[in-house]
């Protein structure tokens, strides 16, 4: 198989999977008016994937999406579906199936019906077509449901018609657009394993737009985040959390403590940064690569925080990877939420600064019984800090 | 609901007499004189306001007064195309509006709804001069085809009716469901075929019986635009209350107010359908 050509360096480079790509997007540009929806972003998804276009309402990644299927045509760029040019093609005349978020399902026609209309329109003979829509019924659980009006459906059940109707077309791609958000919370985690397991059995590709970063991390084999039409970072969820490229990622993809600092050692294993805000210089077990004279972030996620009694004069702990008296910082805990399987602690710094930790109750009491206004000192590993340079 | 507790039930307020009183009178105010017009009809005398017994003399007279068959037929004639016409031109109006945005578009919209309140005296002179000026009608065309100026006089001013029902149908439609069958394989029409018009059809059923009843008993702009042969219904009837209002008259009306009532019951059940189909 070839890799992806030169033309999508940027996006492409990181993570690419080593199957060839089923969808190209070559600096593809479109414009509403004045208003630059999506802004030259160049993308190879590869067959097989499960893509998650993610990111807030209005970054573009919709436009993305609607471009794909046909609703939208790029002012600039190309658009290749497995190696073809589908840049301006009708959306009846591309190998994708789309469903929407709404799901569409046409209130007029019973189940069956539905999911029959598309191979109708492909001509394909009435025989045939039964025994594909009974096979597509079966793969989504609606096994003698087809009789059934729309209207006397559930929201999970109507979501099923929309699938098998993508499904059935055997499509190369099939597109889902914010798939869970019209269901509620419960019935949402028990489609996004049904989801899951539908991707990994037709072995089609997704591609999914979301702006719930939870369904993007839990479905998606790669997810691209998105931010005023451009593509901030694509990766696989795990890349995404642990090694953001930005503070705008590592901000929007969980919650996350950012710290400004400033490199004072950079050795090849280990790095010594500056961080004001926490008045403390933090321990690096890794090189950064940053020059000294720029800024960078320090960004360091809640649950790998710890938190260690600090009355009575208890002496700073020393963190696992890291000389004494590194990435150890007084505080105060100023408010406790506690929820259920965690809880989260704000906890002030002397310089002011706020820091959220979470810790896992593991337990059905806690050990060590954090209070309000109680000081603690507040430590992380060697490798628990990512740098940001953006 | 936020209405105090102690508020008198909607019901209750027509349990009260002054109430009752004044809504009898109403009735009786809209209702009697259709009551005396069919009543009369059945009247076996030659003067219509002395009652002499029941007789159906007035319709046997009816069915044997040639002109006023044909009247009725080009009536229906006329009617019936109107309102093909005039439910192709307001759906594709209706979907026109709604499908594009262009510049212009609040305009456009107001211009088709315009035939809806220009008074239908200033249409009829309008048409009048329209149909002498600007497209002559040959005279000598022969029957169906010398319903012509009538038929466009009507589909001009019915139209509007349907877009409007139309359009107001078209407010509660989901374009993903369009856009679903483009992405499952249909073409343009195919998609407006399959999925728009189903959606449609409460509204161009109830839109063609209004059509209907709207053409068919037009008088002010088919008077403008009726020639020597082509006299419709009410025009014909227009002609005979002019010599004195006999039984006959009486007769007719009757067959057009029930014409028009079952037509107008139909729609009205229809949209009832279609509103009931809307509710989740």
């Given at each position: 198989?070839?890799t992806?050509?030169?033309?999508?360096?940027?996006?492409?480079?990181v993570?690419?999977p080593?199957?060839?790509?089923?969808i190209?997007?070559?600096?593809v540009?479109?414009?509403?008016?004045?208003?630059?929806?999506?802004?030259d972003?160049?993308?190879?998804?590869?067959?097989?994937?499960?893509?998650?276009?993610l990111?807030?309402?209005?970054?573009?990644?919709?436009?993305?999406?609607r471009?794909?299927?046909?609703?939208?045509?790029?002012?600039?760029?190309?658009?290749?579906?497995?190696?073809?040019?589908?840049?301006?093609?009708?959306?009846?005349?591309?190998p994708?199936n789309?469903?929407?978020?709404?799901?569409?399902?046409?209130?007029?026609?019973?189940?069956?019906?539905n999911?029959?209309?598309?191979?109708?329109?492909?001509g394909?003979?009435?025989?045939?077509?039964?025994?594909?829509?009974?096979?597509?019924?079966?793969?989504?659980?609606?096994?003698g449901?087809?009789?059934?009006r729309?209207?006397?459906?559930?929201?999970?059940?109507?979501?099923r018609?929309?699938l098998?109707?993508?499904l059935?077309?055997?499509?190369?791609?099939?597109l889902?657009d914010?798939?869970?958000?019209?269901?509620?919370?419960k019935?949402?985690?028990?489609?996004?394993?049904?989801?899951?397991?539908?991707?990994?059995?037709?072995?089609i590709?997704?591609?999914?737009?979301t702006?719930d970063?939870?369904?993007?991390?839990?479905?998606a084999?790669?997810c691209?985040?998105?931010?005023?039409?451009?593509?901030?970072?694509?990766?696989?969820?795990?890349?995404?959390y642990e090694?953001?490229?930005?503070?705008?990622?590592?901000?929007?993809?969980?919650s996350?403590?950012?710290?400004?600092?400033?490199?004072?050692?950079?050795?090849?294993?280990?790095?010594l940064?500056?961080?004001?805000?926490?008045?403390?210089?933090?321990?690096?077990?890794?090189?950064?690569?940053?020059?000294?004279?720029?800024?960078?972030?320090?960004?360091?996620?809640?649950e790998?925080?710890?938190?260690?009694?600090?009355?009575?004069?208890?002496?700073?702990?020393?963190m696992?990877?890291?000389?004494?008296?590194?990435?150890?910082?007084?505080?105060?805990?100023?408010?406790?939420?506690?929820?259920?399987?965690?809880?989260?602690?704000?906890?002030?710094l002397?310089?002011?600064?706020?820091?959220?930790?979470?810790r896992?109750?593991?337990?059905r009491?806690?050990?060590?019984?954090?209070?309000?206004?109680?000081?603690?000192?507040?430590?992380?590993?060697a490798?628990?800090?990512?740098v940001l340079?953006? | 609901?936020?209405?105090?507790?102690?508020?008198p039930?909607l019901?209750?307020?027509?349990?009260?007499?002054?109430?009752?009183?004044?809504l009898?009178?109403?009735?009786?105010?809209?209702y009697?004189?259709?009551?005396v017009?069919?009543?009369?009809?059945?009247?076996?005398s030659?003067?219509?306001?002395?009652?002499?017994?029941?007789?159906?003399?007035?319709?046997?007279?009816?069915?044997?007064n040639?002109?006023?068959?044909?009247?009725?037929?080009?009536?229906?004639?006329?009617?019936?195309l109107?309102?093909?016409?005039?439910?192709l031109?307001?759906?594709?109006?209706?979907?026109?509006?709604?499908?594009?945005?262009?510049?212009?578009?609040?305009?456009?919209?107001?211009?088709?709804?315009?035939?809806?309140?220009?008074?239908?005296?200033?249409m009829?002179?309008?048409?009048?001069?329209?149909?002498?000026?600007?497209?002559p009608?040959?005279?000598?065309l022969?029957?169906p085809?010398?319903?012509?100026?009538?038929?466009?006089?009507?589909?001009?001013?019915?139209?509007?009716?349907?877009a409007?029902?139309?359009?107001?149908?078209?407010?509660?439609f989901?374009?993903?469901?369009?856009?679903?069958?483009?992405?499952?394989?249909?073409?343009?029409?195919?998609?407006?075929?399959?999925?728009?018009?189903?959606?449609?059809k409460?509204?161009?059923?109830?839109g063609?019986?209004?059509?209907?009843?709207?053409?068919?008993?037009?008088?002010?702009?088919?008077?403008?635009t009726?020639?020597?042969?082509t006299?419709?219904?009410?025009?014909?009837?227009?002609s005979?209350?002019r010599?004195?209002?006999?039984?006959?008259?009486?007769?007719?009306s009757?067959?057009?107010?029930?014409?028009?009532?079952?037509?107008?019951?139909?729609?009205l059940?229809?949209?009832?359908?279609?509103?009931?189909?809307l509710?989740?």
């Amino acid at each position: 198989m070839t890799t992806a050509p030169s033309a999508l360096a940027p996006a492409s480079a990181v993570a690419a999977p080593a199957a060839r790509p089923i969808i190209e997007f070559r600096h593809v540009t479109k414009r509403f008016g004045p208003v630059v929806a999506v802004d030259d972003v160049s993308l190879a998804i590869a067959e097989g994937e499960f893509f998650a276009l993610l990111g807030p309402s209005g970054c573009g990644k919709t436009t993305l999406l609607r471009m794909l299927a046909g609703f939208e045509t790029p002012t600039r760029g190309q658009i290749l579906i497995d190696g073809e040019d589908y840049t301006r093609a009708p959306p009846n005349r591309r190998p994708v199936n789309m469903v929407f978020q709404s799901y569409a399902v046409f209130p007029h026609m019973s189940v069956s019906e539905n999911i029959a209309y598309g191979l109708r329109m492909d001509g394909v003979p009435a025989a045939e077509r039964r025994a594909r829509v009974a096979e597509a019924l079966a793969l989504v659980q609606l096994e003698g449901l087809g009789d059934r009006r729309p209207d006397q459906l559930s929201g999970g059940q109507r979501q099923r018609v929309a699938l098998a109707r993508a499904l059935v077309k055997r499509p190369r791609v099939v597109l889902l657009d914010e798939p869970l958000s019209a269901l509620d919370a419960k019935l949402r985690e028990d489609l996004r394993f049904e989801l899951s397991r539908l991707h990994d059995r037709v072995g089609i590709t997704f591609v999914m737009v979301t702006h719930d970063q939870d369904e993007a991390l839990a479905l998606a084999t790669r997810c691209a985040v998105m931010h005023k039409g451009g593509l901030l970072q694509v990766a696989t969820p795990a890349d995404l959390y642990e090694f953001p490229s930005s503070r705008l990622v590592a901000d929007f993809i969980g919650s996350v403590n950012l710290f400004e600092g400033r490199v004072r050692v950079d050795e090849s294993d280990h790095a010594l940064i500056d961080l004001p805000e926490a008045g403390i210089t933090a321990w690096l077990d890794h090189g950064t690569g940053a020059s000294e004279t720029v800024q960078i972030w320090l960004a360091i996620r809640p649950e790998k925080m710890e938190l260690h009694k600090r009355g009575t004069g208890a002496p700073p702990p020393v963190m696992e990877g890291t000389p004494e008296g590194h990435n150890v910082v007084a505080g105060t805990i100023t408010d406790i939420a506690y929820l259920g399987s965690e809880s989260v602690y704000a906890v002030r710094l002397a310089t002011g600064k706020m820091v959220r930790v979470i810790r896992p109750n593991l337990t059905r009491w806690d050990q060590e019984d954090f209070t309000w206004d109680e000081p603690v000192w507040l430590g992380w590993h060697a490798e628990a800090a990512a740098v940001l340079l953006q | 609901m936020t209405r105090p507790a102690n508020a008198p039930d909607l019901l209750d307020y027509s349990r009260r007499w002054p109430l009752r009183l004044v809504l009898a009178a109403v009735g009786l105010f809209l209702y009697l004189p259709l009551l005396v017009l069919v009543v009369m009809s059945f009247n076996d005398s030659r003067q219509t306001t002395v009652w002499r017994g029941f007789s159906l003399r007035w319709y046997e007279k009816l069915a044997g007064n040639a002109e006023l068959v044909a009247a009725l037929g080009n009536s229906l004639l006329i009617a019936g195309l109107s309102t093909l016409l005039s439910l192709l031109l307001g759906t594709l109006a209706a979907i026109a509006l709604w499908r594009f945005r262009f510049p212009g578009l609040g305009l456009v919209a107001a211009g088709f709804t315009l035939p809806i309140v220009v008074p239908e005296i200033c249409m009829g002179v309008a048409m009048l001069i329209f149909f002498t000026r600007i497209l002559p009608w040959p005279q000598d065309l022969g029957w169906p085809l010398a319903l012509g100026p009538i038929v466009i006089a009507h589909v001009a001013f019915i139209f509007p009716f349907v877009a409007v029902v139309v359009r107001a149908r078209l407010q509660s439609f989901n374009r993903e469901a369009e856009e679903a069958a483009r992405d499952l394989g249909a073409g343009p029409w195919r998609a407006l075929v399959d999925i728009v018009l189903p959606h449609l059809k409460p509204s161009l059923i109830a839109g063609a019986l209004l059509a209907f009843t709207l053409s068919l008993d037009d008088f002010v702009i088919t008077f403008f635009t009726a020639g020597p042969d082509t006299i419709t219904f009410p025009v014909k009837v227009y002609s005979m209350v002019r010599f004195g209002v006999t039984p006959e008259v009486n007769a007719i009306s009757t067959v057009l107010l029930l014409l028009t009532v079952l037509l107008t019951a139909v729609a009205l059940r229809v949209q009832a359908i279609a509103g009931e189909r809307l509710a989740p």
